[in-house]
Nanobody, 120 residues
Framework: QVQLVESGGGLVQPGGSLRLSCAASRSISGIFVMGWYRQAPAKERESVAHISTGGTVNYANSVKGRFTIARDNDKNTVYLQMNSLKPEGPAVYYC??????????????WGQGTQVTVSS
């Protein structure tokens, strides 16, 4: 098991920035692909960004050029820097850890989510 705790959400004006953090309860280095997802009311959860164990990143088309995902394996933490935020209404951002090796292989872990609202 690994527990994930997100932080950094809140209310921000359009065009503003937020940085989300996701702290894992144990080492993520070499084990977990880390990702961020979001879910708006009455919509399905969607992938926002992922970072592999080796640092390869990929983004949803809707956030490319505006969001940056990064991981600090020494701190067991993954970040999502969100810039130029658009007024898309409230959404809950979830941190995800997908195991790639050992006992964790194929296992998905989720945080409890942090709400982000972009509104003037």
């Amino acid at each position: 098991q690994v527990q994930l705790v997100e932080s950094g959400g809140g209310l921000v004006q359009p065009g503003g920035s937020l940085r989300l953090s996701c702290a894992a309860s144990r080492s993520i280095s070499g084990i977990f692909v880390m990702g961020w997802y979001r879910q708006a009311p009455a919509k399905e959860r969607e992938s926002v960004a992922h970072i592999s164990t080796g640092g390869t990143v990929n983004y949803a088309n809707s956030v490319k050029g505006r969001f940056t995902i990064a991981r600090d394996n020494d701190k067991n933490t993954v970040y999502l820097q969100m810039n130029s935020l658009k007024p898309e209404g409230p959404a809950v951002y979830y941190c995800n850890a997908f195991g790639t090796t050992g006992w964790d292989s194929g296992r998905n872990y989720w945080g409890q989510g942090t709400q982000v609202t972009v509104s003037s």
